[in-house]
């Protein structure tokens, strides 16, 4: 196993990697060649800097900007992160951000949004963005959603008539937004679900994808990502990734989890799907999530992450930290006086201490925004580590180190261990001995 | 603490000046605004955002009665004063007790100690824990613990709060930490004329650094207040400053400028905030008088000083608030996506107007020093409240293009 503890550069890579940074030097566009096909319908770059095993740092060339992956995305639902702007975040380093798709819809609406030159405009948020397809939104928060070969059926939650999303309405909205990347209209199931229906969406998804593809108007402006659904199971996973790949899209989603499976399940999809999906295109774990799980796919060969998690639970007084989660609102916090995370250079960390965040939280607006602002900083944070821990070629060492501080007493669960030694990455060492 | 005074209003008490404190480096321009707080920082406006609002938006209305409860003096005092609490130690801190958080009880207070509503709970306050949580605080201007009432309590009630208020600004006297600077003195009387004036001469006689009006914006009408301020200011010294708390509006500040008040704390910014109300009033009266400046309020709500920004109106329109204005939230972004932002209760709304009020009003205050020192306050408040009249007339009405 030590022997692959080196990290995996190869030689074009390697001069990659030597351009790049002369080029950032001299601040001259790098001439890299590219590692992607024609790109008449694609409106992306994905270029995979240095390896480790099946952990990838790339360089992810968007219209709307250039990032690094692996990246988390923040959530901005209603073309906003809760109480942050604008230049907050680009201060903090976030290069692409997700809307909703079914909550612009509702507000302000894809025509107003279309009319004001797209949601990039609308926000001005120069970077990039990312819409989902309204989807998933439907079917987990309105109550009578029904789906069928047609679409999603469901009340308005305006005025209660019925209504059909399609996946050429889906994507004729996300059209209208704008954003960098858009996704396909799936048919998502909860990981929970057994029996044929899980195979019905698999390959309604599959057929909805094609139906994607020849509603998008704007190929050469916003990249369209397939969704691969298939539930838990293997050979439905394994048919769904082929299906997709076959379809040749800009980059691929790993859909279906993060609603309450066996972690031991999930990280066994995520490792299945990046096992079959190209190299040379982004894989982004949809609903991912607790910085522990980014950690463990990205081992296993994912580039991109969303979730509501760092920002929702800001709003609860809970902070990321190398140690795992920091309870603001607990008595104990009261008379801590050292800032939240000791490793954090954001602006939260510079100036205040536990002790007046746990005066704040929940009880002024101030708290939240203070406390989201570093979670989304430490998200980000934890991006650049991953990124930059695999391209200088000292991944395991920072694994190795994430699981320490997270587990100081060696309990690392054993869906972490098992996931590592498929990553191909040795951490024994954070493992207390069994007895 | 000390005020220098260097314009005066020909027609009235109004001055315009500097006021130099102790350990600040910058000097405060007055009359002057306070960003108003909640245990320490301002409700919406994050440390990185704070110096974009306005290069005079370096003094902060801290009460000490958000401290009483989480975080708490001791804490304070751990951290070293308010200043390294909030992490702002280049900005001006005043301790005022009386803000928009926590309201006094005037029927609850007694001669122990003043009663008050707040978030955590009622409290009553007795000037050695108001001095414990000044003292730590360590603030840059105080002021003593008053007895407020409102305009309509008996003369007898009244009477009572000028005793308490002085007694309880000697016990504060008494209390105060050595090497910190004298605080202002509270005035009270309500709506008594003669109690006003007796309680200004009375606190004039104390050692204090200047003087804190309190007890308006509480019922008295405007004619009311202006016998009320007069008769306090005919009996205080002139080189002392004068703060005064609870008047909101622009009209009731440039009456309270007439009468030669220096500092200012008011919530008008963010009660529009809260809302969702932008300020939009006029400031330079001559370009408005030449008809330069051009004003649009079409909908319901909107009048020349403020437009309401949830209105279908502002749905899809991409201008800002203001053309002219220079702020943060201005020159990023349009009424459309404020509109969007009030009508999803996002708490950016918030803040991108707090940002916005807050500016505006700021420049409010620059408007007046600059015709105090011009000569020609008089004429700018008259053609401020003849604008107003007007609206209520009828005759500025709004006028959609």
């Known amino acids: 196993m030590h022997s692959l503890s080196k990290a995996i550069i190869t030689g074009s890579c390697y001069r990659a990697q030597v351009a790049r940074s002369a080029a950032l030097r001299k601040c001259i566009p790098s001439t890299d060649t590219l590692h992607n096909q024609a790109d008449q319908t ?102 009578l959603a029904d789906i069928t070969e047609e679409g999603v059926t469901f009340q308005s939650p305006v005025d209660g008539k019925p209504m059909l999303l399609t996946p050429e309405e889906s994507i004729a909205i996300q059209n209208k937004i704008g954003a960098d990347i858009i996704m396909a209209l799936d048919d998502v199931v909860k990981t929970t679900t057994t029996g044929p229906r899980v195979e019905e969406a698999m390959h309604r998804t599959l057929r909805w994808i094609k139906r994607c593809i020849n509603a998008h108007k704007r190929p050469t402006e916003q990249n369209l990502f397939g969704i691969v659904q298939g539930g838990l199971d293997p050979q439905l996973r394994d048919t769904c990734v082929k299906g997709m790949v076959a379809l040749d899209l800009p980059g691929y989603a790993i859909g279906g989890l993060a609603g309450g499976e066996e972690k031991d399940s999930f990280w066994r999809v995520v490792a299945q799907c990046t096992a079959g999906l190209p190299e040379d295109k982004p894989r982004y774990v949809m609903g991912v999530g607790f910085p522990l799980d980014i950690v463990v796919c990205s081992a296993l060969g994912a580039d991109m992450y969303d979730c509501v998690y760092p920002t929702r639970t800001a709003r609860f007084g809970t902070a990321l930290v190398p140690e795992g989660v920091l309870k603001l609102k607990h008595a104990s916090m009261a008379a801590d006086f050292r800032p939240l995370d000791e490793t954090c250079s954001c602006m939260v960390c510079k100036r205040y201490t536990r002790s007046y965040l746990h005066s704040l939280v929940t009880k002024e607006a101030m ?45 690392v669960p054993e869906w972490v261990c098992n996931a590592m030694e498929v990553a191909g990455i040795d951490i024994s060492m954070c493992c207390a001995p069994l007895k | ?138 603030p840059d201007i105080w002021a003593s613990l008053p007895d407020e009432v409102p305009s309509w309590v008996t003369h007898k009630r009244n009477k009572q709060s000028v005793e308490r208020t002085l007694n309880w600004l ?135 000083t403020k437009i309401n920004l949830r209105a279908v109106a502002y749905r899809n329109d991409t201008s800002p608030i203001l053309e002219s204005c220079r702020c943060y939230t201005c020159s990023k972004h349009t009424k459309a996506y404020i509109n969007h932002l009030l009508n999803t209760h996002e708490m950016l709304a918030q803040t991108l107007l707090d940002i916005h009020n807050t500016h505006h009003y700021m420049n409010f205050f620059q408007a007046i020093r600059n015709a105090i020192q011009g000569g020609y306050f008089a004429d700018f408040k008259a053609w401020f409240a003849s604008r107003r009249q007007a609206v209520n007339e009828g005759i500025l009405v709004s006028s959609a293009a």
Request: hydrophobic share 40%.
């Open chain 2, 170 to 304: 000697d016990s504060c006297i008494s209390l105060k930490k050595d090497g910190m600077e004298s605080g202002l003195g509270c005035i009270v009387g309500g709506n008594s004329v003669e109690e006003r004036g007796f309680c200004a001469q009375e606190v004039a006689k104390r050692d204090v650094s200047g003087f804190c009006l309190s007890g308006f914006g509480l019922g008295e009408s405007a004619e009311e207040r202006g016998l009320l301020l007069e008769a306090i200011m005919k009996n205080l010294p002139d080189e002392k400053a004068r703060q005064i708390s609870g008047l909101d509006l622009p009209e009731e500040v440039l009456q309270a400028v007439s009468a030669g008040i220096d500092v200012f704390d008011s919530t008008y910014p963010h009660s529009l905030t809260m809302s969702g109300l932008a300020m939009v009033f006029p400031l330079d009266m001559e370009e408005c008088l030449s008809g330069r400046t051009s004003e649009n309020a079409n909908d319901v709500g909107s009048d020349f």
């Open chain 1, 42 to 143: 694609m409106a992306l770059q994905f270029e995979v800097l240095a390896r480790f095993n099946r952990a990838r740092a790339s360089r992810l060339t968007l219209p709307h900007s250039q990032c690094e992956t692996p990246l988390f995305m923040p959530v901005g639902t209603q073309g906003t992160i809760k109480g942050l702007t604008s230049t907050q975040l680009e201060d903090i380093g976030c290069q692409i951000i997700l809307g909703n798709t079914y909550h612009l819809a509702l507000r302000p609406g894809a025509d107003l949004i279309d009319e004001l030159g797209g949601l990039h405009s609308f926000m001005n948020w120069p970077r990039s963005l990312l819409t989902d397809s309204g989807g998933f939104q439907m079917v987990s928060l309105l109550h």
């Open chain 1, 367 to 411: 708290g939240s925004q203070l406390v989201s602002y570093h979670n989304v900083a430490y998200m980000m944070k934890l991006s650049r580590d991953l990124h930059h821990s695999i391209l200088e070629g000292r991944f395991p060492e920072f694994v190795q180190g994430f699981l320490r501080k997270q587990f100081p007493q060696g309990d």
């Open chain 2, 1 to 138: 603490m000390k005020l220098v005074v260097r314009y005066r209003c020909g027609e009235c008490r109004a001055r315009a000046g500097l006021l130099y404190l102790g350990n600040r480096s910058h000097v405060l321009e007055t009359p002057c605004l306070l960003l108003c707080t909640r245990k320490g920082l301002p409700t919406f406006i994050p440390p990185d955002l704070l110096p974009s609002i306005h290069p005079d938006a370096l003094a902060l209305h801290a009460s000490p009665l958000h401290f009483f409860d989480s975080p708490s003096a001791k804490t304070l005092a751990s951290a070293g004063g308010l200043h390294k609490l909030i992490s702002l130690p280049g900005y001006t801190v005043a301790a005022i007790a009386r803000d928009f958080v926590c309201i006094a009880e005037h029927g609850s207070s007694n001669k122990i100690g003043a009663s008050f509503q707040t978030p955590f709970g009622r409290r009553t306050v007795k000037p050695v824990d108001y001095m414990d949580v000044i003292n730590a605080m360590q």
